[in-house]
């Protein structure tokens, strides 16, 4: 009896897409209509609210749209927006209700390049079709969004017939599908979207990947174990998967590394070396080399709102390394002065051509073989420094 009531209600999903078209959007929708298949529902209502948003991202929602087996509607709420990559997003539903106030449209990329706007107008084209059939005429209204960056209003598209009505509660719209009794599961962005689409963020993952490269070589020239090797992996391969869910470019994350590189070399230099300003310079085309590659999303508004934490962060890390670097050199000229003819202790094995770790006046460092291989908890004296690395031999 409960099961015929409850399949007599209905069930509808709405998932609620208040935000940019990225990875944490695309797990927003691919778990609102797998929860929809999960619970037999009459119907996935995405409620769409967007500028628009990044390429790849934009690929997987329309595709999980079009492949569910369940009926999607795309609704616009009163003054929402479907526009840029919002507008394929609706237009891959089955139906699309707008508000009083909504725009729908305005998908022409930028920059205007010849062959992404062909297959953006393509890909539009083919979306519409499959709604009206090749000859409709809605087909070239749709294919203007593209071409002529063409923006239509709730009223104007509704008399177009491009959408199927103008709705402006959720109640009204559910009234018109006969699902007014129907059960209502939202699906709202949580915390696991919101981490995506920080680790997906291109400002982010530069952010990353630069500090994990730095803290990497950092610990390869620094005496003995810091941990920062450990920690500078991990940031790396964070970034390396941030750079997985949207796609990054391997030339724009190669760029990325080989600053993250030249950052890490201005920081183990006495002075500013130059290396820091190209290792920013190398930053910021990658970044730009990656927005000029989506045409659904602005740069302007990522550049006001990122790229000031980012310089400020590229700053902090060049006065930095200016700091270190005359640390650096001051206890170079300590350790020759104090520790050569010093006695101490290797921890570890220690050869020619291989690093180890000794202990000398209350210390740890690293240190290479004056000659033959040492064994660890020998007694050794030290008979040389090469930056900071102590040269040794056993203490007889």
């Given at each position: 009896?409960?099961?015929?009531?409850?399949?007599?209600?209905?069930?509808?999903?709405?998932?609620?897409?208040?935000?940019?078209?990225?990875?944490?959007?695309?797990?927003?929708?691919?778990?609102?209509?797998?929860r929809g298949e999960e619970k037999e529902a009459n119907l996935v209502?995405?409620?769409?609210?967007?500028?628009?948003?990044?390429?790849?991202?934009?690929?997987?929602?329309?595709?999980?749209?079009?492949?569910?087996?369940?009926?999607?509607?795309?609704?616009?709420?009163?003054?929402?927006?479907?526009?840029?990559?919002?507008?394929?997003?609706?237009?891959?539903?089955?139906?699309?209700?707008?508000?009083?106030?909504?725009?729908?449209?305005?998908?022409?990329?930028?920059?205007?390049?010849?062959?992404?706007?062909?297959?953006?107008?393509?890909?539009?084209?083919?979306?519409?079709?499959?709604?009206?059939?090749?000859?409709?005429?809605?087909?070239?209204?749709?294919?203007?969004?593209?071409?002529?960056?063409?923006?239509?209003?709730?009223?104007?598209?509704?008399n177009l017939e491009l959408i199927d009505g103008l709705v402006n509660?959720?109640?009204?719209?559910?009234?018109?599908?006969?699902?007014?009794?129907?059960?209502?599961?939202?699906?709202?962005?949580?915390?696991?979207?919101?981490?995506?689409?920080?680790?997906?963020?291109?400002?982010?993952?530069?952010?990353?990947?630069?500090?994990?490269?730095?803290?990497?070589?950092?610990?390869?020239?620094?005496?003995?174990?810091?941990?920062?090797?450990?920690?500078?992996?991990?940031?790396?391969?964070?970034?390396?998967?941030?750079?997985?869910?949207?796609?990054?470019?391997?030339?724009?994350?190669?760029?990325?590394?080989?600053?993250?590189?030249?950052?890490?070399?201005?920081?183990?230099?006495?002075?500013?070396?130059?290396?820091?300003?190209?290792?920013?310079?190398?930053?910021?085309?990658?970044?730009?080399?990656?927005?000029?590659?989506?045409?659904?999303?602005?740069?302007?508004?990522?550049?006001?709102?990122?790229?000031?934490?980012?310089?400020?962060?590229?700053?902090?890390?060049?006065?930095?390394?200016?700091?270190?670097?005359?640390?650096?050199?001051?206890?170079?000229?300590?350790?020759?002065?104090?520790?050569?003819?010093?006695?101490?202790?290797?921890?570890?094995?220690?050869?020619?051509?291989?690093?180890?770790?000794?202990?000398?006046?209350?210390?740890?460092?690293?240190?290479?073989?004056?000659?033959?291989?040492?064994?660890?908890?020998?007694?050794?004296?030290?008979?040389?420094?090469?930056?900071?690395?102590?040269?040794?031999?056993?203490?007889?």
């Amino acid at each position: 009896i409960i099961e015929a009531s409850y399949r007599e209600k209905g069930s509808v999903i709405v998932i609620i897409v208040e935000r940019e078209i990225d990875v944490g959007t695309v797990r927003l929708i691919t778990h609102g209509i797998e929860r929809g298949e999960e619970k037999e529902a009459n119907l996935v209502i995405i409620k769409l609210n967007t500028f628009g948003g990044y390429l790849k991202s934009l690929d997987e929602i329309v595709n999980a749209i079009i492949n569910s087996k369940l009926k999607t509607i795309a609704w616009i709420p009163p003054g929402g927006k479907a526009v840029s990559a919002g507008a394929f997003i609706a237009l891959a539903c089955d139906s699309v209700y707008m508000g009083e106030g909504g725009v729908i449209g305005a998908a022409e990329p930028r920059p205007k390049d010849t062959k992404i706007l062909k297959f953006s107008a393509a890909w539009i084209r083919s979306l519409a079709s499959s709604k009206w059939g090749t000859n409709d005429p809605r087909v070239e209204i749709a294919e203007k969004f593209v071409t002529e960056n063409k923006a239509l209003s709730a009223v104007e598209a509704f008399n177009l017939e491009l959408i199927d009505g103008l709705v402006n509660d959720l109640d009204e719209l559910l009234r018109r599908e006969g699902l007014s009794n129907a059960e209502i599961t939202y699906i709202k962005e949580g915390v696991l979207e919101e981490i995506l689409s920080l680790l997906g963020n291109p400002f982010v993952i530069s952010l990353l990947t630069l500090i994990g490269m730095i803290m990497l070589l950092a610990e390869l020239a620094a005496a003995g174990f810091q941990g920062l090797g450990i920690i500078g992996i991990l940031l790396l391969i964070t970034g390396f998967y941030g750079a997985g869910l949207i796609g990054l470019d391997l030339l724009a994350l190669s760029l990325i590394v080989a600053g993250g590189i030249f950052l890490a070399v201005e920081m183990v230099k006495a002075g500013l070396q130059g290396f820091g300003f190209i290792g920013v310079a190398l930053v910021l085309v990658a970044l730009l080399i990656y927005f000029r590659a989506q045409p659904y999303i602005e740069l302007t508004i990522n550049m006001v709102y990122l790229i000031p934490p980012l310089i400020t962060f590229l700053a902090l890390a060049l006065y930095i390394a200016y700091q270190a670097a005359r640390a650096v050199e001051i206890k170079v000229k300590r350790v020759e002065e104090e520790l050569i003819g010093k006695i101490g202790l290797a921890r570890t094995l220690i050869e020619e051509n291989r690093k180890g770790v000794v202990y000398v006046m209350g210390e740890e460092w690293s240190a290479v073989s004056a000659k033959g291989r040492i064994n660890s908890g020998t007694r050794i004296r030290v008979v040389g420094i090469k930056g900071l690395t102590l040269v040794v031999k056993p203490e007889s």
